[in-house]
Structure formats: structure tokens, C-alpha cells
């Protein structure tokens, strides 16, 4: 603790009397200033001890000592020594008033205490407490190295929350919490992640203060541009040297993990795309052999393959800015936070997987490959569901962003496998491709291979070459019709509908089979290919298709 007036009044040597303001001895002393100047207020920083013999004060007079006091007090001044035998034989009576009704304490110095005994009494308990703080932090910070380097994380919380005497939290990239100490902690942790979020939209290393139920400071953790994790640290009051000695400490035993962490990654990404090149190379026996205990348990269950690509330059960073701005409107109905992707839509997809399944606790496999990400995940696992749902923010921001130019359509888009296993991981990787063609047509950030599995041939139609295709296959047909010389496109569409029934597609049509026999010789005629040909038949159905679709 750092020296008080009460410490001071109790030093046997010094023989202080108190003369007012006995109840507000408990106060810390900052330092213990002479000063016989009429205004030292220009002078204090606030916290001294102000000592005078009143040289150059009329300290008889009431209004003059009120005034004086009353300035002291209002500048932060936490006592006033007054010595004794020296110009005034006892403390005036004004003075002494005075101090009271402005709550100052006042001491009485004899003539035999200098002033500077007392100077050097607070400097020495000023210099003993600093020495305590010191060998705290010291010590703080050999059982929070200890924690760390037995514990891990956890650990290192826990001992944290314990020097501060209060409660800490470990967030990760995404903002979400990793760890608390207590366990209470935890729900107030989680109240302060949009604070996290807006602390990691700074350059690291950032720091803020957060009011409520407690003070948190809240500090970023990494090195490079883009903070890795957050600390949060809860305490009733704000944090004394020795706290502070503790709290550095911590950040940087997290800052040290942190980056370590981040080597490893970047070894278990070489790993995996390793793993990655055996199982789609049809070797899941020597992938399992280098996965290891690294991914082995990812090789054991059904899992999916993701394949996400994003658009490069300006159109990325006007997406991101564009999920910026919805994510914390969505970020309540979605069960994934967003990052600041900062023009880097597949980090902040990578990020956003990996925080997922980190909390779950389940492997995941994620590669980087170029413009893409390649992500191998445990079916029904966090990752998927985080992948789902980040699906859904990103649908939102595009309709926030209507609009946009032209020519930024392609966004991130992310195509997601049926459930495989290690031996069908090359047709996982195509039926992931697949769904990734499919949802850059379609406009949509996610498309799941089941979905075409399951639903119909036409959506796949809505393509350019397609409708062109269509168009020029069955031109001749519609500029036959357009004289007035007969309905040929209906009638082919009737007759392949009835599977080349004639009676059926006649009455269809309320026709004479006989006409509908004539109207299908003239479609051979105009387009030279025989109907007799099953693939001509599947063509022109499908031309009709696209065309009924599209509206022409």
C-alpha cells in the first residue's frame, strides 16, 4: 500500500498531531511538498502533502485562510502540515476552522520534525511499496508463465483472475469466448462481444475500457495487422501496480501463444493439404498414416467437402464492406459471428470455420488454394452448421447491397459435398464442385450437392450458353410459325410430352393425328435431324424446357 496521513501521523519519529480531518487519514500521499508561496495551487499535480510555516500567509485571518484552504482542497491537495514554533507558536484558530469545514487534514509538525524527515518518510514508503509491487508482478509473472507452460490458456486465466481479484476471458479471431475464470464469468464475457469485435476492427495492439456491472479492460492479443484474440479482464475497480505488472505479463504469455499458434497452423495447413492431395489421389490408407492424430478422428466419420471461391480486387472489398455493414443486423438471428474479412472473404470463411470447430472441439481441414478454400469437415458437425450460417449473412448483406454496379456479382460462393468417407473423397470433390458451378449461376453464396440431387434438371438451364443453345436449335421452328403456316413448336411440345403417342398428343391438341403425323414430317424437314433419334428427342425437349422457362 502505498503511504497514507495515517501511516504518517502513526510514525514514531515523526510526532504528527492531528488538528482536523481526522476522519480522512486513510488517503494515499503522493509525495510531500514545502511550498510558503500565497497560491501553491498552480504548483500541485494533486495527492500532496502540502507543508508550511505560513511565512508569507496572514493565517489569523478567517476569510483569508478560508480562501486558502478551499483552493487546496479543490486542487486535490490531501493534507496540510503546518510547523509549529517557527513563525506561530501553535496553529491559528482560523486555520484550523477552516480545514475543518472543508473536511482538509490538518497536522500539526513540532519545531524538532524538520520538513524534511518527512519528505523522506513518504519517498521511503513510497519506494517500499513500488519495491512490493515489483516483486509481486515478478512473482505474478513466474506462476502465470508456470500456468501457462502446465495448464495452457485455461490455466493462465485462471491465475490472472486470481492476482486481480476479479474475472478473465479469452476471446478468439471471430470474437467468440474460448475460455472465462471464473466459470460464473462466462455470461458476462459473452455480453461484451460487439466491444470485442470493435476492438479487433483496430490495429493491434489495442486496448479499451468498458463500463457496467464491472471495470473490463478489454487488450487485443497478436502481433501482425489483424488481431489473433482478445483478453478481457473484469475487476470491481481499476487495476494497482502490481495488477498492472500482471496483466502485462499475461498479454504477453497470450501475444507469445498466440503467434506460436499461428506457426502451428500454418505446419497443420501443409499437413492437411497434404492429406488432401492423398485422399483425392485415391490414397486414404497412406493420408490416414500422415494425418496422424492431427486428422486422423476427421478420417473415421462421414464428412463433407467445401470448395469456396471469391471474386479478387475491388468487387471482394466492396463485398466485405458490404457484410461489414449487415453482420451486426444479422448477427442476432445467425448462430456464427462474422469477422472483418478486410477484403478477404475466404479468411473471413477460414476464420469463421475453424473458430467453429475449435469450440466444438471436432477437427477440421482447411487448404488454401489460391482463390480458393478447400475445407474437409465433419458431417453435421460446428463447421458445417457455422458454414450454413454464415451462408445466411451473406445473403443478407447482397440484398443490402442491390445497389451495386454491375459487374460485382461474384461474390464468395461456396459449394458444399454430399457426406463422403475417405474412399470417395475424389467424387466428394466433384460433387462439391458441381454445387460451386451451380451457385455461381445461380447467383447464391451456398449450394448444397443434395440440393441437385434431390430437385429438378431445370434450374440448371439458366445459363446463357444454354438459353442460346435453345434459341438457335429452335429458331427455324418459331420463324415457321410466325408466317401463319401451322403450330409446329406446340405440336412438337405435345407430341414429346405424350412420349410420341399420336392419338394422345392429337387430342392434346384437338387435331386429327393424320395433321399432327404432317406437322411432325415438316419439323424433320426444316430442322434435317430424324425424331427417331432418342438424343434429338432429349434436345429439342429440353430446348422447349428452356424456352417455357425463360419466357420466350
Same mark, same amino acid.
Given at each position: 500500500?502505498?503511504?497514507?496521513?495515517?501511516?504518517?501521523?502513526?510514525?514514531?519519529?515523526?510526532?504528527?498531531?492531528?488538528?482536523?480531518?481526522?476522519?480522512?487519514?486513510?488517503? $494515499?500521499?503522493?509525495?510531500?511538498?514545502?511550498?510558503?508561496?500565497?497560491? $501553491?495551487?498552480?504548483?500541485?499535480?494533486?495527492?500532496?502533502?502540502?507543508?508550511?510555516?505560513?511565512?508569507?500567509?496572514?493565517?489569523?485571518?478567517?476569510?483569508?485562510?478560508?480562501?486558502?484552504?478551499?483552493?487546496?482542497?479543490?486542487?486535490?491537495?490531501?493534507?496540510?502540515?503546518?510547523?509549529?514554533?517557527?513563525?506561530?507558536?501553535?496553529?491559528?484558530?482560523?486555520?484550523?476552522?477552516?480545514?475543518?469545514?472543508?473536511?482538509?487534514?490538518?497536522?500539526?509538525?513540532?519545531?524538532?520534525?524538520?520538513?524534511?524527515?518527512?519528505?523522506?518518510?513518504?519517498?521511503?514508503?513510497?519506494?517500499?511499496?513500488?519495491?512490493?509491487?515489483?516483486?509481486?508482478?515478478?512473482?505474478?509473472?513466474?506462476?502465470?508463465?508456470?500456468?501457462?507452460?502446465?495448464?495452457? !490458456?485455461?490455466?493462465?486465466?485462471?491465475?490472472?483472475?486470481?492476482?486481480?481479484?476479479?474475472?478473465?476471458?479469452?476471446?478468439?479471431?471471430?470474437?467468440?469466448?474460448?475460455?472465462?475464470?471464473?466459470?460464473?464469468?462466462?455470461?458476462?464475457?459473452?455480453?461484451?462481444?460487439?466491444?470485442?469485435?470493435?476492438?479487433?476492427?483496430?490495429?493491434?495492439?489495442?486496448?479499451?475500457?468498458?463500463?457496467?456491472?464491472?471495470?473490463?479492460?478489454?487488450?487485443?492479443?497478436?502481433?501482425?495487422?489483424?488481431?489473433?484474440?482478445?483478453?478481457?479482464?473484469?475487476?470491481?475497480?481499476?487495476?494497482?501496480?502490481?495488477?498492472?505488472?500482471?496483466?502485462?505479463?499475461?498479454?504477453?504469455?497470450?501475444?507469445?501463444?498466440?503467434?506460436?499458434?499461428?506457426?502451428?497452423?500454418?505446419?497443420?495447413?501443409?499437413?492437411?493439404?497434404?492429406?488432401?492431395?492423398?485422399?483425392?489421389?485415391?490414397?486414404?490408407?497412406?493420408?490416414?498414416?500422415?494425418?496422424?492424430?492431427?486428422?486422423?478422428?476427421?478420417?473415421?466419420?462421414?464428412?463433407?467437402?467445401?470448395?469456396?471461391?471469391?471474386?479478387? @480486387?475491388?468487387?471482394?472489398?466492396?463485398? &466485405?464492406?458490404?457484410?461489414?455493414?449487415?453482420?451486426?443486423?444479422? %448477427?442476432?438471428?445467425?448462430?456464427?459471428?462474422? !469477422?472483418?474479412?478486410?477484403?478477404? $472473404?475466404?479468411?473471413?470463411?477460414?476464420?469463421?470455420?475453424?473458430?467453429?470447430?475449435?469450440?466444438?472441439?471436432?477437427?477440421?481441414?482447411?487448404?488454401?488454394?489460391?482463390? %480458393?478454400?478447400?475445407?474437409?469437415?465433419?458431417?453435421?458437425?460446428?463447421?458445417?452448421?457455422?458454414?450454413?450460417?454464415?451462408?445466411?449473412?451473406?445473403? &443478407?448483406?447482397?440484398?443490402?447491397?442491390?445497389?451495386? !454496379?454491375?459487374?460485382?456479382?461474384?461474390?464468395?460462393?461456396?459449394?458444399?459435398?454430399?457426406?463422403?468417407?475417405?474412399?470417395?473423397?475424389?467424387?466428394?470433390?466433384?460433387?462439391?464442385?458441381?454445387?460451386?458451378?451451380?451457385?455461381?449461376?445461380?447467383?447464391?453464396?451456398?449450394?448444397?450437392?443434395?440440393?441437385?440431387?434431390?430437385?429438378?434438371?431445370?434450374?440448371?438451364? /439458366?445459363?446463357?450458353?444454354?438459353?442460346?443453345? &435453345?434459341?438457335?436449335?429452335?429458331?427455324?421452328?418459331?420463324?415457321?410459325?410466325?408466317?401463319?403456316?401451322?403450330?409446329?413448336?406446340?405440336?412438337? %411440345?405435345?407430341?414429346?410430352?405424350?412420349?410420341?403417342?399420336?392419338?394422345?398428343?392429337? /387430342?392434346?391438341? @384437338?387435331?386429327?393425328?393424320?395433321?399432327?403425323?404432317?406437322?411432325?414430317?415438316?419439323?424433320?424437314?426444316?430442322?434435317? %435431324?430424324?425424331?427417331?433419334?432418342?438424343?434429338?428427342?432429349?434436345?429439342?425437349?429440353?430446348?422447349?424446357?428452356?424456352?417455357?422457362?425463360?419466357?420466350?
Amino acid at each position: 500500500m502505498p503511504p497514507t496521513l495515517a501511516s504518517l501521523v502513526h510514525h514514531s519519529a515523526l510526532k504528527l498531531t492531528v488538528r482536523a480531518g481526522e476522519d480522512r487519514l486513510d488517503v $494515499p500521499v503522493r509525495w510531500a511538498h514545502v511550498s510558503e508561496l500565497a497560491d $501553491p495551487v498552480p504548483y500541485m499535480e494533486g495527492g500532496e502533502l502540502l507543508l508550511i510555516t505560513a511565512l508569507k500567509l496572514d493565517a489569523d485571518d478567517p476569510d483569508v485562510m478560508q480562501r486558502y484552504v478551499k483552493r487546496l482542497a479543490g486542487a486535490g491537495v490531501v493534507g496540510l502540515g503546518f510547523a509549529v514554533g517557527v513563525n506561530y507558536e501553535e496553529i491559528p484558530k482560523a486555520l484550523v476552522e477552516a480545514a475543518e469545514k472543508e473536511g482538509l487534514p490538518l497536522l500539526e509538525v513540532p519545531r524538532r520534525t524538520p520538513f524534511l524527515a518527512i519528505s523522506k518518510a513518504v519517498s521511503a514508503a513510497i519506494a517500499a511499496d513500488q519495491y512490493r509491487a515489483v516483486t509481486a508482478g515478478f512473482a505474478a509473472q513466474r506462476e502465470l508463465t508456470k500456468q501457462a507452460l502446465t495448464d495452457g !490458456p485455461e490455466g493462465l486465466l485462471s491465475a490472472l483472475a486470481g492476482q486481480v481479484d476479479g474475472w478473465a476471458a479469452l476471446y478468439d479471431a471471430s470474437g467468440a469466448v474460448v475460455a472465462t475464470a471464473p466459470e460464473w464469468a462466462g455470461r458476462r464475457a459473452a455480453r461484451l462481444t460487439p466491444d470485442v469485435e470493435r476492438l479487433r476492427e483496430r490495429p493491434a495492439p489495442a486496448s479499451s475500457v468498458v463500463g457496467g456491472e464491472d471495470r473490463v479492460e478489454l487488450h487485443s492479443l497478436g502481433t501482425g495487422r489483424r488481431p489473433r484474440a482478445a483478453l478481457a479482464v473484469g475487476t470491481a475497480a481499476a487495476l494497482g501496480t502490481a495488477e498492472r505488472y500482471a496483466l502485462h505479463s499475461a498479454i504477453a504469455l497470450l501475444t507469445l501463444t498466440t503467434e506460436r499458434s499461428r506457426s502451428l497452423h500454418a505446419a497443420e495447413q501443409r499437413i492437411g493439404a497434404a492429406v488432401l492431395r492423398m485422399l483425392l489421389a485415391g490414397e486414404p490408407d497412406h493420408a490416414r498414416a500422415v494425418a496422424g492424430d492431427l486428422y486422423g478422428r476427421l478420417l473415421d466419420a462421414p464428412f463433407r467437402l467445401i470448395i469456396a471461391e471469391a471474386a479478387s @480486387g475491388s468487387a471482394a472489398r466492396a463485398h &466485405a464492406d458490404g457484410h461489414a455493414r449487415v453482420g451486426a443486423a444479422t %448477427r442476432s438471428k445467425t448462430a456464427v459471428a462474422v !469477422p472483418d474479412v478486410n477484403g478477404d $472473404p475466404l479468411g473471413g470463411l477460414a476464420e469463421v470455420l475453424e473458430s467453429a470447430a475449435a469450440r466444438s472441439g471436432e477437427s477440421v481441414l482447411v487448404v488454401p488454394e489460391g482463390e %480458393r478454400l478447400v475445407v474437409l469437415a465433419v458431417d453435421g458437425g460446428a463447421a458445417v452448421t457455422a458454414c450454413g450460417d454464415y451462408a445466411v449473412v451473406l445473403e &443478407a448483406a447482397r440484398a443490402a447491397q442491390r445497389e451495386q !454496379p454491375a459487374g460485382d456479382e461474384d461474390e464468395l460462393v461456396v459449394g458444399l459435398s454430399a457426406p463422403s468417407g475417405p474412399i470417395a473423397a475424389r467424387a466428394a470433390y466433384k460433387q462439391a464442385e458441381q454445387a460451386l458451378s451451380v451457385a455461381r449461376r445461380r447467383g447464391r453464396f451456398l449450394v448444397e450437392h443434395e440440393e441437385l440431387a434431390a430437385g429438378s434438371v431445370l434450374p440448371l438451364l /439458366a445459363d446463357d450458353a444454354v438459353r442460346a443453345f &435453345a434459341d438457335g436449335l429452335l429458331r427455324a421452328l418459331h420463324e415457321h410459325d410466325a408466317t401463319g403456316r401451322g403450330d409446329l413448336v406446340a405440336s412438337l %411440345r405435345a407430341w414429346l410430352s405424350r412420349h410420341g403417342q399420336w392419338d394422345a398428343a392429337a /387430342a392434346d391438341l @384437338g387435331v386429327h393425328r393424320h395433321t399432327l403425323r404432317y406437322r411432325m414430317r415438316r419439323v424433320e424437314e426444316i430442322l434435317g %435431324r430424324s425424331l427417331d433419334d432418342p438424343d434429338v428427342r432429349m434436345e429439342l425437349w429440353l430446348a422447349l424446357k428452356t424456352t417455357a422457362a425463360t419466357g420466350e
